[in-house]
C-alpha cells in the first residue's frame, strides 16, 4: 500500500507542478498559485512517506500557507490581468527541449551511479530534536539574519501598499 500511495503523491505533485507552469484552464496567475498549492501539499504526502512528519508539517503550513498567501498578496497587488498568447518561437522551443533532454540524461547517469543510502537506518524517524540542535548550534546566525530578512519584507510590503492619503 505504501508504494501505491507513493506513485499517487508522486505523480499528483509532477501534475500540478506541470499545471503551475501550462496551465491549459486559465492564463489567470492565481489559478496557477492554487496549484503550486497543490504541488506543495503533495509533497507533504512524500514526506510523510519518508516518516519526515516534521518536514510535512513545516512545507503544509509555511509553504502552502504563509508562502502562498504572500505570493497572493503581491498578485492581487500587482493586478495581474490574463496575458495575451505570446507566438511559440520555434528555436525556443527546440533550445528548451535540448536543455530537458540533456538535463534528464545527466540526471538519470547520477541516480545510476549512486550508491550512497543503501542500507542506511535513521537514527530517529521524524524527530526534531536532532534538527533543532543543529539548527540552533551550528545554524543560528543564518537563522537569526534570515528572520530579520523576513522582518524587513514585511516591513518593505506593508511600505509599498500603503496609498498616499493626501
Known amino acids: 500500500m505504501q ?6 503523491f508522486a505523480a499528483l505533485t509532477v501534475l500540478c507542478a506541470l499545471m503551475v507552469v501550462a496551465n491549459p484552464f486559465s492564463r489567470n ?5 492554487m496549484f503550486l498549492v497543490l504541488t ?3 509533497l507533504a504526502g512524500l514526506f510523510v512517506q519518508l516518516h519526515a512528519f516534521f518536514l510535512a508539517a513545516v512545507q503544509v503550513l509555511v ?11 503581491v498578485i492581487m497587488l500587482l493586478d495581474l490581468k ?8 520555434k528555436f525556443a522551443v527546440i ?15 547520477a541516480i545510476g551511479q549512486t550508491t550512497a543510502g543503501i542500507g542506511v537506518q535513521p537514527i530517529l524517524e521524524g524527530g526534531t530534536a536532532a534538527l533543532g540542535e543543529l ?8 537563522f537569526e539574519i534570515l528572520s530579520v530578512l523576513l522582518l524587513v519584507a514585511m516591513v518593505g510590503v ?9
Not at 508504494?3 to 499517487?8: D, G, P, R, W
Not at 539548527?135 to 543564518?142: E, R, S, V
Open 3 to 8: 508504494t501505491v500511495f507513493f506513485y499517487v
Open 29 to 33: 496567475p492565481v489559478t496557477s498559485a
Open 40 to 42: 506543495i501539499v503533495s
Open 63 to 73: 509553504y502552502a500557507g504563509a508562502v502562498m498567501v504572500l505570493f497572493l498578496f
Open 82 to 89: 490574463e496575458e495575451e498568447r505570446r507566438k511559440v518561437r
Open 95 to 109: 533550445a528548451g527541449g535540448l536543455a530537458v533532454a540533456i538535463i534528464a540524461v545527466l540526471f538519470c547517469t
Open 135 to 142: 539548527l540552533f548550534k551550528h545554524y543560528l546566525l543564518p
Open 158 to 166: 506593508i511600505l509599498l501598499s500603503k496609498k498616499d492619503l493626501k
